[in-house]
């Protein structure tokens, strides 16, 4: 048995989402509950709104788990998922029950812009300039209808009945976290070396692809691989992979030496990251275990011998032991996929040029690059024909023969539900990471190379003036 009472403040406009929750007059928190929480609120209140909530939840004491946090501020109950909704349906309740006021706050209206907005046509738009004189009218081919600070442009927008459980932040909040002040920089940051390669950043930079970046609207997910971004009256395909591993790059040497930490919850030995990765590897199959083994054991020395330096350049923190600790903050908000984690530190041990010190940042950036970037979940996707992927009996399907596009047969019985959770799970954190986070930094931080212009990474797909003459022959 349990009961819970809950206080719901008047939502405010200046202060983030918070939720305190009492637990055993104790104050706790519950990280699924307060996404719960948010999500409720997030269908209801207008955009700038925040509300704040105090739960207080009534449990036995063997229905707590306090052992989460190393704090215990953070707690796990019982039968959690079925407590979450039922207080995600009294909230939800209440506030549809109580919506019927609701205050306003207004601004004057702009009298210059109103007055634009009344003389616009149908054929053009007339544009004033600063001193007050008409320039030509703008074609409506040509007419840009999108703000990248706007996000009525993205896709999601138009998903209506589409539901998630991910926290939603707004792009000023994403940014607020990405742009922080970097006190005491240590002098690692003034190595010629290192200065060279950010030098060569700024070098190889297009001029016409770092306007695109900066000044886009992010629309969507188009497959696994690509996103849909628009620049004033252009559509653009964008590979996520290549722009953040690009970033990711770019983010190490400016990070150098200055970078934030992730703590691994248990240390990882060397010799088992790198032995693992040496049997996933397809190159390395015509080698026995022995010399895999042996293999493994000398990258576990070289990066011994170089843990001071790849700590204090790039908090990649390997204690006496040979265990990995640390790991560096690459981007804020974002943790790498840790199933890669072996190839990682297989690609540190074996790949980086350590006697030549410009040479060795490069590569060690690039290995962290490639690491931290957005690359596909190893699960396949779930989505349309993807869920055939998460049946029990694969040979059952094959030889009944179905056609392809037969979907009606899955039946949730035959569908692995628990795998199935956890590749839609790591495919939808994937979305919001790329639309929350991901091109949120690129427009901040990304200096595309001229090479992204040749390689397939941006791809003008549509143009709506071109799409304004096909319109118009029909």
């Known amino acids: 048995m349990y009961c819970f009472s809950i206080i719901m403040a008047v939502p405010c406009l200046l202060y983030p989402i918070t939720v305190h929750i009492s637990s055993s007059d104790r104050l706790v928190d519950c990280t699924s509950l307060k996404r719960a929480t948010e999500f409720v609120y997030s269908a209801i209140l207008p955009q700038a709104s925040k509300p704040f909530i105090y739960m207080s939840i009534n449990l036995p004491p063997e229905h707590v788990d306090v ?31 109580c919506n019927n006021t609701r205050i306003f706050q207004t601004q004057a209206l702009n009298s210059s812009a109103l007055t634009q907005a009344n003389t616009r046509k149908d054929k053009g738009t007339e544009v004033s300039t600063p001193t007050g004189e008409k320039s030509q009218k703008i074609p409506v081919s040509q007419m840009v209808r999108t703000d990248p600070r706007d996000p009525s442009g993205r896709l999601h927008t138009y998903w209506q009945g589409q539901t998630s459980n991910l926290e939603k932040k707004s792009g000023l909040v994403a940014v607020r976290n990405i742009v922080r002040s970097r006190r005491n920089p240590k002098d690692a940051g003034d190595l010629s070396s290192r200065h060279e390669l950010v030098t060569e950043i700024d070098y190889n930079l297009h001029p016409g692809l770092f306007d695109i970046v900066k000044n886009c609207t992010y629309v969507g997910v188009a497959d696994e691989v690509f996103a849909l971004i628009q620049h004033n009256t252009l559509l653009y395909l964008v590979n996520v992979v290549n722009v953040s591993k690009e970033l990711m790059y770019q983010q190490a040497l400016c990070r150098f030496g200055n970078f934030n930490a992730i703590q691994l919850s248990e240390p990882a030995p060397l010799l088992e990251l790198l032995t693992m990765a040496l049997k996933d590897d397809e190159s390395m199959s015509d080698v026995n275990e022995k010399e895999k083994l042996e293999i493994a054991e000398v990258n576990t020395e070289i990066l011994k011998e170089n843990a001071e330096m790849i700590n204090e350049y790039f908090s990649i923190h390997i204690d006496q032991g040979g265990n990995l600790t640390r790991l560096p903050v690459v981007l804020d908000q974002y943790t790498p996929d840790m199933d890669r984690l072996p190839e990682f530190m297989l690609t540190l041990g074996n790949d980086i ?40 009996n694969k040979d059952s399907m094959e030889s009944a023969g179905q056609a392809d596009n037969d979907l009606t047969s899955t039946d949730e019985d035959d569908i692995d539900q628990e795998l199935l959770a956890e590749a839609e799970a790591a495919w939808a954190q994937r979305e919001w990471t790329i639309q929350h986070v991901l091109f949120p930094s690129m427009r901040l931080f990304l200096k595309p190379p001229k090479s992204m212009a040749t390689d397939g990474t941006f791809v003008q797909i549509a143009s709506l003036d071109k799409l304004y003459k096909i319109f118009e022959r029909c």
């Open 67 to 97: 052992n989460i946090h190393p704090t215990k501020k953070e707690v796990s109950l019982l039968n959690q998922e079925r407590i979450i909704e039922k207080i995600k349906d009294a909230i939800e309740e209440k506030l549809m029950n």
């Open 353 to 392: 040029a350590w006697d030549v010190e410009k040479e060795c940042f490069r590569t060690a950036a690039a290995a962290i690059g490639n690491f931290y970037a957005l690359h596909p979940p190893i699960l396949p996707n779930p989505s349309g024909k993807g869920i055939r992927l998460y049946k029990k």
